[in-house]
């Protein structure tokens, strides 16, 4: 399972369709995928604090995490980068 992670707060749409971009192709290459955007919004959630923790939470099911570009420019991005660092999780990079 992968994990989507990239800039969301302070960006246009949340950068929504960069994650449903990344989304398609990582399943059209037989990945299964965790979009926390999307994530967030099913579960009707706005707040940043409560959005990190169910994000975390989704993170921990999965065994890669796929960085979207300026993912370094994002809080958020940059604990679940060094969550999956701790954890073993498998990173790629978008450049």
Excluded at 20 to 42: F, S
Excluded at 64 to 77: H, Q, T
């Amino acid at each position: 399972m992968v994990y989507i992670s990239g800039p969301v707060s302070g960006v246009i749409d949340c950068n929504e369709q960069a994650f449903k971009k990344a989304e398609r192709i990582l399943n059209r290459a037989g990945y299964k995928t965790i979009n926390p955007v999307q994530e967030c919004k099913d579960a009707g959630l706005t707040d940043w604090l409560e959005c990190m923790e169910l994000c975390l939470e989704k993170e921990k099911e999965c065994n890669i995490i796929y960085m979207l570009k300026d993912w370094e420019n994002s809080k958020g991005a940059r604990i679940e980068y060094k969550y999956a660092k701790e954890h073993d999780i498998k990173i790629l990079e978008l450049k």
